[in-house]
């Protein structure tokens, strides 16, 4: 996997952090600059080590996959991609009986939440033979910015553009598996 590629499925990854980030900012009233950091160092750590636990499961098995590694770097990015689209037409944000979701177990569960399909990735660059440190560290800086960025437009324009980052995260990771499926065989 090339950069550009890295670079366009951290952007799909983050796409949970981000939407969550931007309900978070707009149910947090008076968001500060600690509320801003909590959430995007949270939600960029989980991010950035998911795909490090997944790959390192993913080597384990990745020699007996090694000739359907394009199948299955398309089928995992292809169901996380549908899983964003799914959960962009339902009601999912901050959980909003918690005083503070940036901190404790919300923020903990939050950042749990929005890395799993990270670890189903991790496996996928496995399968594909790629190394994983760049991409963590990837994942890491491009999820932490969209949700510093996120929080704080959530709390000036509330949740207009919650859906279309998760619509757009879910296409950029179905785009990216079909894109690794096609390179195979052209």
């Known amino acids: ?13 983050s796409m949970d952090a981000f939407a969550v980030s931007v309900g978070c900012g707009a149910f947090i009233e008076n968001v500060t600059k600690r509320h801003v950091f909590r959430l995007s160092f949270h939600f960029g750590l989980f991010q950035g080590f998911m795909p490090v636990i997944g790959w390192a499961a993913g080597k384990g098995f990745a020699s007996y996959i090694e000739s359907w590694s394009h199948w299955v770097a398309f ?16 009601p999912n944000s901050c959980p909003y009986n918690v ?28 399968a594909m ?7 963590a560290v990837v994942t890491f800086a491009i999820t932490a910015g969209l949700s510093a960025f996120a ?20 296409l950029i990771l179905i ?12």
């Open 175 to 186: 785009l990216i598996g079909l894109k690794i499926l096609l390179s195979h065989y052209l």
């Open 129 to 135: 033979g790629g190394g994983i440190i760049l991409f």
């Open 1 to 13: 996997m090339g950069i550009t590629e890295i670079i366009l499925v951290a952007i799909g990854l």
């Open 75 to 90: 089928l995992i990015l292809a169901a996380i991609g549908a899983k964003a689209l799914k959960e962009a037409f339902s």
């Open 99 to 126: 005083p503070d979701p940036s901190r404790g177990l919300s923020l903990v569960f939050l950042s749990v939440a929005t890395s799993i399909d990270a670890l189903a990735a991790g496996v996928s660059v496995a």
């Open 151 to 170: 929080t704080l437009a959530g709390n000036k324009v509330a949740s207009k553009y919650q859906t279309t980052a998760e619509i757009a995260g879910g």
